[in-house]
């Protein structure tokens, strides 16, 4: 069966550094996606890894390790409204996302 | 002002009774997708649409029906015959149909069976 595996909660200090992991065993893989969901809303695109490495985007960067099926998010600078669930998503080879439960990150002051 | 909407926001029935949920894009995305979402768990995909008038089952499409008759709108109906309804629904659009694309959500319809 197809599996994503993310720790479901995490807590951090504003100001600090957070990495969320996510493993996965799929059908194949055709790129993976990050989003971010606050309570009760929709989840937003934080990035999409389909190489290897790592991916910058401000305070956000991805890393994607396809031979080891492992992809993190690290969050920079924690601040308040970074509370939230981040959302691992896998592409399958048939262009299905399958989708992991989420990490619920708690941000402290 | 582009975007996807679904409403209502909060919505409640009485158990057996059908309801329909809307969800509206005027992105001109070619593919919607439905999904559930339960606490603690990931996003469920009950049915999606690449075109109109076409559109196939997800996962938990037990319970459930849909119809694409314009490109603009993806409604799910909940029937009675879904054993546990209430939940958090998502209606999501993709762009392009010829690579994967991110997907955009609308703001979400929480349904509660009373």
Redesign the interface.
């Known amino acids: 069966g197809q599996n994503i595996d993310q720790p479901t909660e995490m807590t951090a200090t504003e100001g600090a550094i957070v990495q969320i992991n996510c493993t996965y065993q799929t059908s194949g893989f055709n790129g993976l996606f990050w989003y971010q969901q606050h309570a009760g809303e929709a989840p937003t695109f934080l990035s999409y890894n389909v190489l290897d490495g790592l991916e910058e985007k401000g305070r956000f960067s991805s890393f994607l390790s396809r031979s080891k099926g492992y992809s993190y998010l690290l969050l920079k600078e924690l601040q308040m409204k970074d509370s939230a669930s981040y959302l691992c998503a896998v592409v399958d080879s048939n262009y299905q996302l399958i989708w992991g439960a989420g990490t619920k990150l708690i941000i402290k002051p | 002002d582009g975007g996807i909407t679904q409403s209502p926001k909060y919505l409640f029935r009485k158990e057996g009774q059908n309801v329909t949920l809307s969800c509206e894009q005027n992105l001109n995305h070619d593919a919607m997708y439905w999904y559930r979402q339960d606490p603690?768990?990931?996003?469920?995909?009950i049915y999606y649409s690449q075109i109109v008038n076409d559109f196939q089952k997800g996962d938990i499409a037990e319970g459930y029906s849909v119809s694409r008759e314009k490109k603009e709108s993806f409604p799910l109906t909940v029937t009675s015959a879904q054993k546990n309804p209430t939940a958090?629904y998502?209606c999501a659009t993709e762009a392009g149909t010829d690579r994967?694309n991110?997907?955009?959500?609308?703001?979400?319809t929480?349904l509660t069976v009373l």
């Open positions: 603690g768990q990931g996003l469920r995909l958090f998502l994967y991110e997907q955009f959500f609308g703001p979400g929480r």
